[in-house]
């Protein structure tokens, strides 16, 4: 079993659509990632963060670290926002900054 | 003006040759690291340096050996390729350790490696 668990795997939508992409995790961390990956394969990271919530433009992302789980959710989805989106955590114990990434999900929006 | 390059962007080899794939950032940052993307599309992270000094050395075969010149750029360099090594491989980098703090890494472009 992975230390973290995205859902779902895949996800189509509707243009317009609110998204929402769960991240659970099962170990100690002190930060979650939310990253976007492109169909051409660039990686862009979107949200850092380690408690309550963040927004950036038409993307949310909420932490709640007792229940281990993050969300990332898009509002007024659009085509272009087709992409495998990703969840990375950074471990508390260990190395420091080394990330765990979950298996991503891919979004496609329909038009 | 790219931030983080790898070069080259597709590498396709024989089983048994050595290669290297290289990694520059000019975004001044301190810690660069090396992830393996495989075809699954499951990211994990393989080496991490920080002002080029070895601080992450997850479970790799020793045919992966990284090379920091400078804080600047992280090299990867493979020797006796396999198979199992065809992947795209990402350079990432992010401003340092700073005091245990989490930060933002940024990513490469990815080179993809095909072993034939």
């Known amino acids: 079993k992975n230390e973290v668990e995205q859902s779902p795997q895949n996800l189509t939508a509707q243009e317009g659509e609110f998204i929402t992409i769960n991240c659970s995790y099962s170990v100690g961390i002190s930060a979650l990632h939310w990253l976007q990956q492109h169909p051409g394969g660039g990686i862009v990271s979107l949200f850092m963060?380690?408690?309550g919530k963040k927004k950036h433009g038409r993307l949310i992302a909420t932490i709640n670290i007792q229940e281990k789980h993050s969300s990332l959710h898009i509002t007024a989805s659009h085509p272009r926002d087709s992409a495998v989106y990703i969840c990375?955590?950074?471990?508390?114990?260990?190395?420091?900054?080394?990330?765990?990434f979950g298996t991503g999900t891919l979004l496609a929006v329909q038009p | 003006d790219t931030a983080v390059s790898q070069t080259p962007k597709y590498l396709v080899t024989q089983m048994g040759n050595d290669k290297s794939i290289k990694c520059e950032q000019n975004l001044g940052h301190d810690t660069m690291y090396w992830y393996k993307q495989d075809s699954k599309k499951f990211l994990k992270i393989m080496f991490s340096y920080n002002n080029k000094e070895l601080i992450i050395n997850e479970t790799v075969p020793n045919r992966f050996s990284p090379k920091s010149p400078d804080k600047a750029h992280l090299n990867l360099h493979i020797n006796s390729l396999e198979l199992g090594d065809s992947a795209v491989y990402f350079c990432a980098s992010s401003l340092g350790l700073a005091g245990g703090l989490a930060e933002t890494q940024y990513f490469g472009p990815g080179t993809r490696l095909l072993v034939l």
């Open positions: 990375a955590v950074r471990s508390s114990g260990g190395a420091t900054n080394k990330l765990i």
């Open positions: 963060l380690s408690s």
